[in-house]
């Protein structure tokens, strides 16, 4: 997949959650962020029934489930879910781990998740400048993603 970069880099992608549940979201590339981040409204909807926690009261029966992070209010923690799958166009990653938080992003936010390290290090990038000003990023599969694929699709080849 083919992006022309620009800031913020906002995909559309299909998330699946727990029991074949869907949702369609727009999505920001953060190479910076190291879990994809989802709202708690997302996640109840995708059928993680512990979104609707508040991460403070997960943490004390779950501490390793709620682990801390630098978002952007400052030190954030978020309860971890993992996603089933998470796809831009043809490119999907099986199990990715995300973080849930519990209350929405600012008004000028156009963008209903945070696709961090947890989704992005399945892939290999490609960036082509044109003369230092525009320009496009490339996304494509890894070696290892494409070997996971084919042995999720045939579970008798291996």
Same mark, same amino acid.
């Given at each position: %997949?083919?992006?022309? &970069?620009?800031?913020? %880099?906002?995909? *559309? !992608?299909?998330?699946?959650?727990?029991?074949?549940?869907?949702?369609?979201?727009? =999505?920001?590339?953060?190479?910076? /962020?190291?879990?994809?981040?989802? @709202? *708690?409204? #997302?996640?109840? +909807?995708?059928?993680? /029934?512990? =979104?609707?926690?508040?991460?403070? #009261?997960?943490?004390?029966?779950?501490?390793?489930? !709620?682990?801390? %992070?630098?978002?952007?209010?400052?030190?954030?923690? $978020?309860?971890?879910?993992?996603?089933?799958?998470? *796809?831009?166009?043809? @490119? =999907?990653? &099986?199990?990715?781990?995300?973080? +849930?938080?519990?209350?929405? @992003?600012?008004?000028?936010?156009?963008?209903?998740? &945070?696709? $961090?390290?947890?989704? @992005?290090?399945?892939?290999?990038?490609?960036?082509?400048?044109? #003369?230092?000003?525009?320009?496009?990023? /490339?996304?494509?599969?890894?070696? *290892?993603?494409?070997?996971?694929?084919?042995?999720? =699709?045939?579970?008798?080849?291996?």
């Amino acid at each position: %997949m083919r992006f022309p &970069i620009k800031e913020p %880099m906002v995909v *559309s !992608v299909r998330v699946e959650g727990k029991n074949g549940f869907v949702r369609e979201l727009s =999505a920001v590339l953060d190479f910076n /962020s190291p879990y994809c981040m989802v @709202l *708690s409204q #997302d996640a109840i +909807v995708l059928g993680y /029934s512990a =979104a609707a926690n508040k991460p403070s #009261d997960h943490a004390r029966y779950f501490p390793d489930e !709620v682990p801390s %992070m630098t978002g952007m209010r400052g030190i954030e923690r $978020g309860i971890k879910i993992p996603l089933k799958k998470v *796809s831009i166009g043809p @490119l =999907a990653a &099986i199990d990715v781990d995300a973080l +849930v938080f519990e209350t929405g @992003l600012p008004p000028k936010v156009y963008f209903d998740m &945070i696709l $961090g390290r947890t989704f @992005l290090k399945r892939f290999k990038f490609a960036v082509d400048l044109k #003369d230092g000003k525009k320009g496009y990023l /490339s996304l494509l599969p890894s070696a *290892s993603l494409r070997a996971n694929q084919k042995t999720a =699709a045939n579970p008798r080849a291996h």
